[in-house]
C-alpha cells in the first residue's frame, strides 16, 4: 500500500460496462490514493456494495440487465447505503437525462468521457467529510 492509500484509501465503486471506462478511472483513483472496486454492471454492483462498503459510487447509465437509473434508486432505498454518494455516469449530457439520476437519489452528474482532473474533482467534492474523519 502507498503513502497516498495509508493516508485516505477510501473505496470508490465503479459501476460501467465498458471495461475501458472501468480500467480508466480504476487508474485515475489508484494514482490519487484510493481503494477502487470494480463492477461490470447493476447486478454485479449490487453483490459486491454490501461487501466492500464504498464510500461513494460511480454508476454507468446504459448498462445491460439492469441499468444505472435502477441501480442507484436500489442502492440509494438500503438503509445502510442511502447517503453514500452516487454519481451517474452517461455519454448524454441532456436535461433529462440529469432529472432523471436526481429523481433515483443521484447526488451528481459526470459526462462520459471524464478527464482525470473532473474525475477527482467530483470524488474530492463529495468525500471531503469522509476524508477528515479517517485522518
Keep these: 500500500m502507498t503513502t497516498a492509500q495509508e493516508k485516505n484509501g477510501l ?14 478511472a480504476e487508474i485515475f ?3 490519487a490514493g484510493y481503494q477502487v472496486v470494480l463492477a461490470e454492471d447493476g447486478f454485479d454492483a449490487l453483490a459486491k456494495v454490501n461487501d466492500h462498503n464504498p ?20 442502492i440509494k432505498k438500503s438503509q445502510k ?12 449530457d441532456g436535461l433529462f437525462d440529469r432529472a432523471r439520476g436526481a429523481m433515483v437519489g443521484s447526488d451528481e452528474y459526470l459526462t462520459k ?7 477527482l474533482k467530483t470524488v474530492r467534492e463529495h468525500t471531503a467529510n469522509l476524508e477528515k474523519t479517517q485522518a
Excluded: E, W
Design 113 to 119: 468521457p471524464f478527464t482525470k482532473d473532473s474525475l
Design 55 to 74: 464510500a461513494m459510487i460511480f454508476c454507468d447509465i446504459l448498462m445491460p440487465r439492469l441499468d444505472g437509473y435502477q441501480t442507484c434508486a436500489l
Design 81 to 92: 447505503f442511502h447517503s453514500t454518494p452516487i454519481v451517474m455516469l452517461s455519454s448524454k
Design 11 to 24: 473505496k470508490i465503486m465503479v459501476i460501467d460496462d465498458s471495461s475501458t471506462i472501468r480500467r480508466s
Design 29 to 31: 483513483l489508484n494514482q
